[in-house]
């Protein structure tokens, strides 16, 4: 348990759904991170929320819209997906954007396939 | 460009040592980490190495060469537990962790 609490585990959606996956830190952190985690590709950072402000837009197309409503939780809006957008999505969160350390504290993630 | 290298499997027998590098090219540098990723699990924070030399924490160390832009991951004593993929990230100029492929570590007995 890493204080982490991201849901759904696991989702299956057709090209032309509309879905959210969420997310939840319990550690009292003010950042929070989307993650991409596909086979055999490092983990790609989507976006980054400081004290509940977007400071970080990976070039993510505008198919993925994130959401963070206050500093303890996240969501990630889906529509219009590709089959290629399947992969793992890893919630993260840290005390601040650039602390000393920086450790990130991450969810078990929520595996998504697009049909 | 930024990169991050590592191998991307590894095979050892249990109670063996083995050693997990990682070389990185990035813009700047402020600390290099190491995760631990079971199948399925969330990545788990192992180390933090910020000015070279060796952290020790248990059955587990890591190494920095900043000159060399150079890090292992020692695991000594293996344990079936520990098959597991091993993440190498940096933090370079723009505070980002860039990651590695990671390395697929299986232990056997």
């Known amino acids: 348990e890493t204080g982490v609490t991201q849901t759904p585990r696991h989702l299956v959606m057709g090209m032309t759904n509309k879905k959210s996956l969420k997310c939840e830190q319990h550690?009292?952190?003010?950042?929070m991170y989307w993650y991409k985690q596909s086979a055999k590709k490092p983990l790609e950072l989507m976006f980054v929320?400081?004290?509940?402000?977007?400071?970080e837009n990976n070039s993510v197309p505008s198919r993925f819209s994130p959401e963070c409503p206050n500093s303890s939780h996240l969501f990630l809006h889906l529509h219009t997906l590709q089959p290629e957008d399947s992969a793992l999505y890893l919630c993260?969160?840290?005390?601040?954007?650039?602390?000393?350390?920086?450790?990130?504290?991450f969810g078990e993630g929520s595996r998504l396939t697009v049909l | 460009g930024q990169n991050i290298d590592q191998p991307t499997e590894m095979t050892a027998t249990e109670g063996a040592i083995v050693q997990i590098n990682c070389t990185y090219q990035?813009?700047?540098?402020?600390?290099l980490f190491w995760y631990q990723q079971h199948a399925g699990e969330a990545p788990t924070f192992l180390s933090y190495?910020?000015?070279?030399g060796l952290e020790e924490k248990g059955r587990f160390s890591s190494f920095l060469s900043r000159s060399k832009g150079y890090s292992y991951l020692l695991l000594k004593e293996l344990q079936m537990k520990d098959s597991a993929s091993y993440l190498c990230?940096?933090?370079?100029?723009?505070?980002?962790?860039?990651f590695g492929t990671g390395t697929r570590l299986q232990v056997f007995p």
């Open positions: 993260a969160s840290s005390q601040d954007r650039s602390g000393a350390g920086g450790e990130l504290f």
């Open positions: 990230a940096v933090r370079g100029n723009t505070d980002k962790l860039i």
């Open positions: 929320y400081s004290l509940e402000e977007r400071v």
């Open positions: 550690l009292g952190h003010n950042a």
């Open positions: 190495n910020v000015l070279d």
């Open positions: 990035t813009s700047g540098f402020n600390g």
